[in-house]
């Protein structure tokens, strides 16, 4: 499991793919990490993670609505994962374009 710090190295690269100029201004990325601040760092960490793998195609300001739902439902339930109905276990969080670039390259 990557730290923070790698976590966030690598958000920043997958968010400045939705630029036409391919990167993102210092004071943008101080300014959106300011806004973390008032979210726990498990949130944090499970929200860029779900971005990376799941909206590639979206800017930063998407993030902060991932982390806002999951520190709401971590304040609730005390869990910041998904659950299922049978037997309570944490989902699985799969990359489905890297399994599909996968499958077909077989």
Same mark, same amino acid.
């Given at each position: 499991?990557?730290?923070?710090?790698?976590? =966030? %190295? /690598? &958000?920043?690269?997958?968010?400045? #793919?939705?630029?036409?100029?391919?990167?993102?201004?210092?004071?943008?990325?101080?300014?959106?990490?300011?806004?973390?601040?008032?979210?726990?760092?498990?949130?944090?960490?499970?929200?860029?993670?779900?971005?990376?793998?799941?909206?590639?195609?979206? =800017? %930063? /300001? &998407?993030?902060?609505?991932?982390? #806002?739902?999951?520190?709401?439902?971590?304040?609730?339930?005390?869990?910041?994962?998904?659950?299922?109905?049978?037997?309570?276990?944490?989902?699985?969080?799969?990359?489905?374009?890297?399994?599909?670039?996968?499958?077909?390259?077989?």
């Amino acid at each position: 499991m990557a730290d923070l710090s790698e976590l =966030k %190295e /690598q &958000y920043w690269r997958t968010v400045s #793919r939705t630029r036409k100029s391919g990167r993102i201004a210092g004071s943008v990325k101080d300014r959106i990490e300011s806004e973390w601040k008032r979210y726990d760092e498990d949130v944090i960490s499970e929200a860029l993670r779900i971005h990376i793998n799941r909206y590639k195609t979206y =800017k %930063e /300001q &998407y993030t902060i609505g991932i982390m #806002r739902n999951l520190q709401k439902k971590k304040d609730t339930t005390g869990r910041i994962g998904s659950t299922n109905k049978f037997g309570n276990m944490m989902m699985q969080d799969y990359d489905m374009e890297a399994l599909e670039r996968e499958l077909l390259a077989n």
